[in-house]
């Protein structure tokens, strides 16, 4: 399996987005190996602060040169500061994807739903299931 | 992956860490690394493509120069030996077959390089339709092919070959030794860049790759994948076989005029053509850029403010203009440069105008000036 970086200290999703806890806020973004699967990011679309965004649900879309891919809401929540820098630069997703190529800051609506999301070591299996 | 073909370079491109993926029928090499990164190194310096997918039919023997003619859309009995031109095989209702490059090899010997999902199709309808006297044989599985193209193709070519490739006109070949393989030099290619297509013996292969990669070395020659051969094909505005083209779409209708005998020998299909140029096209192919941020997709909608009026059959960001572009097929009275579009994105109209084509001209970097133009 190529390497991935999966920080220890994130949740994940099985479809490829972290979160990191902010106190009562939650970052979101895509992981390495999404951002690897896609290859060069040239166009990410992501909601409006002030909107919600469901656990589960379809929030964004971020696209490479050849794919296009749906962001799935970790948790359900309301957006409080969207990555406007991404409309430039899209390609930070690629160079720093636990940095600068963060996407969304929500308040979860409910935020034991935290709890259900994958650990490094989970998420690291779930990478090497679909590798194989 | 099962029952996909490979080609002889399957092993050199797995060593290269290429993500391969299956394309009609092979399991080819769509990106090394970063497809921008391979895009660039086409257009400034040089990029090596195994393009071995593609297919060679064979025609020789009395009467194949006639076989030819009456099978593609453009003149070929006034083609010189060693000089190849692009042209269409059409159906009798006018639709196309496929879109090839036609080589003369000799009098009365030719090949069709054809596409690759193509291949059996072509060949069926090549052996219908040509006279029992004409050998046509179906070279693929042990012809190979490398495109080599961008700017710096031809020093690459004379760092491994006798000098004198330089002298060989766009659309022409001949013979080399380059290393220890004999290939077929053909300049021609599909990527709007100068650049040459290598045609040798599937066991030659990998020494012809490796030879090239060690002489383009000294010129920034990198492997390029499928990726940015979409990408820089779009960008020349070249058609691609199942996008722009398809056994219901006329040449004409795809803009290919120039590669459509009008008035000269007869061709398979062209009295369809004619007719169906003289009772008016539905749509023709447009290239049209993305006025907003947005990367159109072949299968969106083209709309009118609002209604749905054509299709988007490829589009891209394009790298070297930095801004998204498409071709697509619209009704005729708006195919002129300037008219404004809109295209269907996740619901939403992104606006978007018609533009003369091709995108991008030559083989260097453009100025956004000369971008915009029409």
Redesign the interface.
Same mark, same amino acid.
């Given at each position: 399996m190529a390497d991935y970086d999966i920080p220890q200290e994130l949740r994940y999703t099985r479809e490829d987005e972290w979160i990191r806890i902010e106190g009562e806020r939650v970052v979101i973004g895509v992981t390495d190996y999404a951002q690897q699967q896609l290859g060069d990011v040239v166009f990410v679309e992501l909601p409006a602060v002030g909107s919600g965004i469901e656990r589960g649900e379809p929030f964004g879309v971020v696209e490479s040169v050849k794919a296009v891919a749906d962001l799935f809401g970790p948790v359900s929540g309301r957006v409080v500061e969207m990555n406007a820098l991404l409309a430039e630069q899209p390609e930070l997703v690629n160079s720093d994807c636990y940095g600068d190529g963060w996407m969304l800051v929500i308040e979860p609506d409910e935020p034991s739903e935290i709890e259900d999301l994958l650990v490094a070591s989970d998420y690291r299996q779930h990478v090497k299931d679909r590798a194989d | 992956m099962s029952g996909l073909q490979r080609t002889p370079l399957f092993e050199a491109h797995e060593r290269l860490g290429a &993500?391969l993926v299956p394309f009609a029928g092979f399991e080819l090499p769509?990106?090394y690394g970063? @497809?921008?990164e391979e895009h660039a190194a086409v257009r400034e310096r040089a990029g090596l493509f195994d393009v071995s997918h593609m297919g060679q039919l064979h025609l020789r023997g009395p009467g194949a120069t006639a076989a030819v003619e009456w099978l593609v859309s453009c003149p070929v009995a006034s083609l010189r030996v060693g000089r190849v031109r692009y042209g269409c095989l059409c159906n009798e209702a006018g639709g196309v077959v496929d879109d090839v490059t036609v080589y003369r090899l000799g009098d009365e010997q030719w090949f069709l390089c054809v596409n690759a999902s193509n291949i059996e199709k072509d060949y069926r309808w090549v052996v219908r339709h040509t006279p029992a006297g004409v050998a046509v044989e179906n070279r693929s599985a042990e012809t190979a092919l490398l495109a080599l193209q961008g700017p710096a193709s031809l020093a690459v070519l004379d760092a491994c070959s006798d000098p004198g490739l330089g002298a060989l006109p766009r659309f022409a070949f001949t013979h080399a030794k380059l290393g220890a393989a004999q290939v077929l030099v053909s300049r021609t290619g599909y990527t709007g860049s100068d650049g040459f297509e290598l045609y040798c013996a599937a066991a030659d292969a990998l020494a012809l790759w490796e030879t090239l990669c060690r002489a383009g070395a000294a010129h920034g020659l990198a492997p390029a994948g499928l #990726?940015a051969r979409?990408?820089l094909r779009l960008e020349a505005a070249l058609p691609l076989y199942g996008h722009e083209l398809d056994d219901e779409t006329s040449p004409l209708e795809a803009r290919l005029d120039r590669f459509v005998k009008q008035g000269g020998p007869a061709f398979l299909g062209g009295e369809a053509i004619e007719r169906r140029r003289q009772a008016g096209h539905r749509k023709l192919l447009v290239g049209f850029e993305l006025m907003e &941020? #947005? @990367?159109p &997709?072949a299968g969106y909608a083209l709309a009118l403010a609002g209604s749905e009026v054509g299709v988007v059959t490829s589009g891209?960001?394009s790298p070297t203009l930095q801004k998204s572009i498409g071709l697509g097929y619209v009704p005729p009275a708006l195919a002129e440069p300037g008219t404004r579009l809109e295209v269907k994105v &996740?619901g939403r109209g992104l606006s978007a105008r018609v533009v003369a084509t091709p995108f991008v001209r030559g083989s260097t970097r453009v100025s956004s000036e000369g971008a915009s133009r029409g």
């Open positions: - | &993500r769509v990106q970063s @497809i921008l #990726g979409d990408t &941020r #947005g @990367i &997709r891209a960001p &996740r």
